[in-house]
């Protein structure tokens, strides 16, 4: 699995995975409207895509054909990853390892990181929150992004040790 920055000319490729996942968004919303084109609080997925790309808070893993088996971006800002999927096409832990893996080393690990979930038993999504929790993600609250519920988890700093 290779690591590389998501590139404008990657837009369609994103795009198509993310619409892997309207299914699961669709069993909470039946109207993707607001997820894709935002509301008073969220930009568009579109603005958003090329916000993170000209950030370099997006990225991509690929196989070995350069084939894309995810993404995930991230807000160094805010210290949090911002998107997170893997293909259905795809080993979901070898490409959710090495998207998390390198979403890590991005962010501050001192901090609080947070991702939002949706909340869906379909089988793929369990394997985000399976993922995450093996990364000491845990739940913390629920929230509402661009108008589908989802589960906000958070990763603390591990402790320091006092003698």
């Given amino acids: 699995m290779k690591m590389k920055n998501v590139e404008p000319s990657d ?4 795009t198509a995975l993310s619409q ?3 299914r699961y968004v669709k069993e909470l919303v039946s109207d993707l409207t607001e997820w894709y084109e935002g509301n008073a609080e969220s930009i ?7 916000a993170k790309i000209q950030k370099n808070e997006a990225f991509m893993a690929t196989d070995k054909s350069s084939i894309c088996c995810g993404i995930i971006a991230i807000s160094k800002t805010n210290n949090r990853i911002t998107f997170f999927a893997v293909s259905h096409h795809c080993d979901f832990t070898e490409a959710g390892k090495a998207l998390l893996t390198h979403a890590l080393s991005e962010l501050r690990t001192n901090r609080d990181i947070t ?3 949706i909340k869906s038993d379909a089988e793929q999504i369990q394997k985000q929150y399976t993922l995450f929790r093996q990364y000491d993600f845990a739940f913390f609250t629920d929230g509402i992004e661009n108008g589908v519920p989802v589960n906000c988890l958070k990763r603390s700093p591990p402790l320091i040790k006092t003698l």
């Fill in 11 to 14: 837009i369609p490729v994103w």
């Fill in 115 to 117: 991702v939002n979930i």
């Fill in 20 to 22: 892997e996942y309207d």
């Fill in 44 to 50: 568009s997925y579109t603005d958003y895509m090329n």
